[in-house]
């Protein structure tokens, strides 16, 4: 037996290193994202169409072993799930929620309704002129009842309204607020609450650091539960930079969304490395800059004490998330490699950005045992 024992140990430790390489998400010891957050909030991830059919199989296998919640990053917006008046395209969608299901993963649905990515058809007659308020109602109604209705009690929590509000803290001039003012905002909330009584329900934004966007917001928190509309949480969508927002104004938005009396979720997190051209543009997604190499400088890596910039300040957002992990619920990451992400097109198209938390060979980055060691050392 022994001997048997002594025989196999060698070609054991030669095939050690292949299945790490091929099979193995390495991170602070054996412990994962998961794990060491498991009592603290969800870890959460959205996922592209290479993610939820499976193909991307290398990124499913990070997503299994790290993540304990989804969001889809594009499959449920109008214009893909509800293409036509008459037709809607669950394909992506039911895959999403299946794997989801199969993981025992926090799902939330992203997002009801929105300016971006709105199906051509939402909002407008076969003319293109405004549809009446009450036909947007009637529209607006059958999307989010059919959407929410399908996935009763599966999906846990959805992004009800997104980006409804500007930086400034006015309504954003939506076709929706075109035609319905600010009545469409507690429509939507309450036509999800009809659906799905059970389901969690968000407001979810970019820039809500920025003091009139933070007072805005709590105001529509507070005008929505004095109408007695049920509204659950705050998403703070993240996408920062080096440069901004400063720890400190992320933190004030964290405490002001909880004392108006709701969660808060940190919903699309990603940090970008690169220089950003404009300090404004958060994820507005009509920005758009032109390229120039200075504004692309880490096409061939990134030197190590820049990275080591960016895995301290990773690392200073995930200390101020765990702080108030008694008001923040869900944690999720805009993506899981950096080749997935975003902002490599985003707010200039062609640059080579490294904002997630597993680089483009699915390696977990220093910032996760980082942000492990931090978990394990706060207790519950
Ligand atoms: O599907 C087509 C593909 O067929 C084509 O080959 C490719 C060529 O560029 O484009 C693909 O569509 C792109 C789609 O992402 C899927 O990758 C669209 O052009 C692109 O506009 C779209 O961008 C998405 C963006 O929302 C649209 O506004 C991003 O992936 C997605 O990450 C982003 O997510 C939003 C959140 O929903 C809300 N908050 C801001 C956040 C960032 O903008």
């Not at 290479?50 to 889809?72: C, H, K, M, P, Y």
């Not at 989010?144 to 980006?163: A, C, F, L």
């Not at 080096?242 to 997190?269: C, D, N, R, W």
Request: glycine residues 6%; proline residues 5%; negative net charge.
């Amino acid at each position: 037996m022994m001997r048997r024992l002594l025989y196999d140990l060698p070609l054991v430790l030669m095939a050690l290193p292949l299945w790490y390489a091929c099979c193995a998400t390495p991170s602070a010891g054996n412990v994962t994202l998961k794990d060491a957050l498991k009592d603290k909030f969800h870890i959460g991830v959205a996922l592209n169409e290479a993610l939820i059919t499976g193909r991307d199989t290398a990124g499913v296998r990070v997503l299994e072993q790290q993540f304990s919640a989804i969001v889809a990053e594009n499959c449920m917006k109008s214009m893909h799930i509800h293409p036509e008046e008459n037709r809607y395209d669950f394909t992506l969608p039911d895959q999403f929620v299946a794997l989801g299901e199969k993981n025992k993963m926090w799902i939330t649905g992203h997002t009801l309704i929105w300016h971006s990515q709105l199906s051509p058809w939402f909002c407008v007659d076969e003319e293109g002129n405004n549809v009446s308020p009450e036909v947007l109602k009637q529209r607006m109604k059958a999307h989010i009842s059919t959407i929410v209705g399908r996935y009763k009690g599966r999906i846990k929590g959805w992004d009800v309204v997104n980006e409804a509000i500007l930086d400034n803290g006015e309504l954003r001039r939506s076709k929706f607020y075109e035609i319905l003012g600010e009545e469409y905002l507690p429509l939507a909330f309450r036509y999800a609450h009809e659906a799905d009584p059970q389901a969690e329900l968000y407001y979810n934004d970019y820039n809500e650091w920025f003091p009139a966007k933070r007072d805005a917001i709590v105001k529509l928190v507070r005008s929505l539960k004095e109408k007695g509309v049920r509204i659950d949480g705050v998403g703070m969508q993240g996408h920062v930079d080096m440069e901004y927002p400063a720890i400190e104004e992320y933190e004030k938005s964290i405490l002001a969304f909880t004392q108006a009396g709701v969660k808060v979720m940190i919903t699309e997190f990603d940090l970008s490395i690169l220089p950003m051209p404009d300090r404004n543009v958060g994820a507005e997604v009509s920005a758009g800059f032109e390229y120039r190499e200075e504004l692309n400088p880490y096409r061939n890596g990134v030197p190590a004490g820049r990275m080591q910039e960016w895995t301290n300040r990773m690392g200073d957002f995930f200390d101020l998330f765990l702080k108030h992990r008694d008001k923040v619920t869900r944690v999720t990451m805009w993506g899981i490699t950096d080749r997935d992400s975003w902002k490599n097109d985003f707010p200039i198209h062609g640059r080579t950005d490294y904002p997630l938390l597993f680089d483009r060979d699915y390696q977990p980055k220093a910032a996760v045992s980082r942000i492990i060691k931090a978990a394990e050392g706060v207790g519950f």
